[in-house]
């Protein structure tokens, strides 16, 4: 298996729920991230982790939990969400820490409704 | 953080047609990639361009940074090159990549 895969495609939960989601990369970089993708807004950086220490935290609520425990892996665990918390959840990863000097490369990202 | 504006927003094209897509950004960069985002929400990456010029098949990428700005180009266009390209920059000294609002293409046969 190669690049980066997400689990679960899609995701409908209530607002009491709590999920997870996964991330895995298989292109043995040192960086992973997550990204919010809401319709008609620009991509928003989540979280940035380099060699699994968090690094960056783009002012996200705290309903929205990271947890990387190795390189590969990246999870997001989700809780108490709202409606507006609902977009395609993208993860990504690259090979340089913080991904200023090489290309980012995305999964196919996790469709999530908040009902 | 550093503002990233594309141009045009939305894009039609017919089959065989040559594009280019705009992308300028607010500040000096050190990190300029262009992606595509298909019909099903997939994003994959097509050029990482902080200056020069690069091709790849159909595809070709210029970044001028002195000027603040990328184009891609897009030659003999193809049904399968329909959807949204977006570009994205980080500023010189950062780590965080500011995405533009991309550009939606429609390739019609």
């Known amino acids: 298996e190669t690049g980066v895969t997400q689990t679960p495609r899609h995701l409908v939960m209530g607002m009491t729920n709590k999920k997870s989601l996964k991330c895995e990369q298989h292109?043995?970089?040192?960086?992973m991230y997550w990204y919010k993708q809401s319709a008609k807004k620009p991509l928003e950086l989540m979280f940035v982790?380099?060699?699994?220490?968090?690094?960056e935290n783009n002012s996200v609520p705290s309903r929205f939990s990271p947890e990387c425990p190795n390189s590969s892996h990246l999870f997001l665990h989700l809780h108490t969400l709202q409606p507006e918390d609902s977009a395609l959840y993208l993860c990504?990863?690259?090979?340089?820490?913080?991904?200023?000097?090489?290309?980012?490369?995305f999964g196919n990202g996790t469709r999530l409704t908040v009902t | 953080g550093i503002q990233v504006e594309q141009s045009p927003p939305d894009l039609i094209l017919q089959e065989g047609a040559n594009s280019t897509l705009r992308c300028n950004f607010s500040?000096?960069?050190?990190?300029l990639q262009w992606f595509h985002q298909n019909p099903w929400g997939q994003l994959i990456n097509l050029f990482y361009?902080?200056?020069g010029t690069k091709q790849n098949g159909r595809l070709s990428a210029t970044t001028v940074a002195t000027e603040r700005y990328s184009l891609l180009y897009i030659s003999s266009s193809q049904t399968t090159d329909s959807g949204v390209y977006f570009c994205?920059?980080?500023?010189?000294?950062?780590?965080?990549?500011?995405f533009g609002t991309g550009t939606r293409l429609t390739v019609i046969p």
């Open positions: 990504a990863s690259s090979q340089d820490p913080g991904g200023a000097g090489s290309p980012l490369h």
């Open positions: 292109l043995g970089h040192n960086a």
């Open positions: 982790y380099n060699f699994k220490e968090q690094t």
């Open positions: 500040d000096s960069v050190n990190n």
């Open positions: 361009i902080p200056s």
């Open positions: 994205a920059a980080s500023q010189t000294g950062a780590n965080n990549l500011f």
